[in-house]
């Protein structure tokens, strides 16, 4: 078993840095205008021909009301009716896709993110379940991965149902905090209730998996109330829990703009908040995945760290990393092999690209070879905490010493202050240095030199 984390201040304050979420390497902050719908041709035949199983993501960018802090693409309106439009052409890009995949490809994991999916009406997600059934291979036995966010506020014991009926057997929750004077100031009222109520459907429905998410570094939150918070949500024992740093980014995300910044916690009371977070999961019998991700020792994520094979990629922590993902929507981003594409962020500009019977593929990236070895150093250590040396130098043909040569001052100060143990043929990240696993990542990311900083979010 993982040894627990070890708060430290000191180490904290120091490493606290702005960096990316590494769900991919290189990040999308590397994406060009060079890559195109050839590439991803390319891509899906290669993948066709070595029958590589299948990650699909679906984008449903629609949201009844607008939530402050949200960093999402996404589009806010009333007019149920907007979204036949986008179905139409989604339909389209499914059918695109699908015709230049083999049919014994299976798809072990879907998730539906967005936006809100269930924004959809119940006919509208029978139809585009229908649709990916008809041109993907889905499992019929509930033995996939197949995910779906909800807002409790969009959902009813109707709508799981249906959705347990149309094959989903996992949700994650979106909560971010239960404090009424919270939730004003971000324009999310959600009651606990209504959160329960949509839990306890999903556990008497028997969906596998239940994910909750919050935030913490909110507006009008103080450590006392978060930690109320925190303990509501560990009784209705969500199987896993994502906390996240609230990054306020006005100048990038407009709806930031309508938050008070003056009643935002300061940085002392984040790393109480965070703290308490983890002392109140940690107590509870949650276990510590990484990168804001707990879960219960018998979950998948868990029990997978344990035994090494871990993986990340665009839906975050995942048991399913050895999948070809296909990203289908508005801005979804797809990793086909050594291919990363995204389609056109842009609504408009994706539906009039498919209604010429284009694909909206409008950037990414192909991965060289000095990406595809950073990427797998990377993947370790934020998936295992530990790499292993003597992996790493027989998949790539390297002497990881040698190569990695100039990066040897910045690991051994690492190792000096206990974020890590340096030996001859291993890296291990220390209970200390858990916390701060995006830093020890960021040492050998290759571009972050170039890269403006402001555009991530900082560790903790």
């Known amino acids: ?49 070595a029958l590589r199983p299948l990650s699909l993501y679906v984008h449903v960018p629609f949201c009844a009301n607008i939530c402050y802090y949200c960093a999402c693409n996404k589009v806010i309106t009333k007019d149920r009716g907007r979204a036949q439009s986008y179905l139409q052409r989604l339909e389209q890009e499914i059918q695109l896709i699908a015709c230049h995949l083999e049919p014994a490809q299976k798809v072990e994991q879907l998730h ?25 291979n889905l499992l019929d036995d509930d033995s996939g991965d197949y995910g779906i966010e909800i807002d409790p506020r969009e959902a009813d014991w109707s709508t799981m149902g249906l959705l347990r009926e149309l094959g989903f057997n996992r949700v994650s929750i979106g909560l971010q905090d239960l404090d009424p004077a919270v939730q004003r100031a971000v324009n999310r009222l959600q009651s606990l209730e209504e959160t329960r109520a949509v839990i306890d459907a999903a556990r008497t429905l028997q969906f596998r998996s239940i994910n909750i998410d919050l935030i913490y570094g909110l507006p009008k939150q103080t450590p006392e109330n978060f930690a109320r918070t925190v303990e509501e949500v560990i009784s209705l024992q969500p199987d896993r829990l994502s906390v996240f740093n609230y990054a306020h980014l006005p100048e990038r995300f407009m709806p930031q703009r309508r938050i008070n910044s003056h009643e935002l916690p300061s940085p002392a009371q984040k790393l109480e908040m965070l703290q308490r977070t983890i002392e109140q999961l940690t107590a509870a019998g949650y276990r510590y995945i990484g990168m804001d991700h707990f879960a219960l020792p018998d979950d998948e994520l868990a029990i997978a760290q344990e035994e090494q094979t871990l993986q990340r990629n665009f839906q975050g922590y995942t048991t399913h990393g050895h999948c070809d993902l296909i990203g289908l929507g508005v801005s979804a981003i797809s990793q086909i092999g050594d291919l990363y594409c995204q389609n056109n962020s842009d609504l408009n500009q994706y539906q009039n690209t498919l209604a010429a019977a284009q694909l909206a593929t409008s950037r990414g990236l192909v991965c060289n070879a000095d990406d595809r070895l950073r990427r797998a150093v990377i993947q370790q250590l934020i998936c295992n905490f530990s790499l292993e040396f003597a992996e790493i130098e027989q998949a790539f043909n390297i002497d990881f010493q040698g190569y990695f040569g100039a990066l040897w001052p910045q690991l051994q100060g690492m190792a000096n202050d206990g974020l890590i143990k340096l030996e001859r043929e291993r890296i291990e990240v220390l209970p200390a240095g858990r916390l701060l696993v995006r830093s020890v990542c960021m040492v050998f990311d290759a571009y972050l030199e170039q890269q403006n900083r402001q555009r991530f979010s900082r560790v903790i």
């Open 112 to 136: 539906f993110g967005g936006g809100t999916p269930t924004f959809l009406s119940h006919d509208e997600l029978r139809q585009l379940m229908a649709h990916l059934r008809k041109h993907f």
């Open 1 to 49: 078993m993982l040894d627990a984390i070890r708060w430290d201040t000191d180490l904290i304050r120091r490493y606290d840095l702005a960096g990316p979420r590494y769900t991919s390497y290189p990040t999308a902050v590397q994406f060009n205008s060079q890559v195109g719908t050839f590439d991803l041709f390319h891509a899906l035949r290669d993948s066709r021909k």
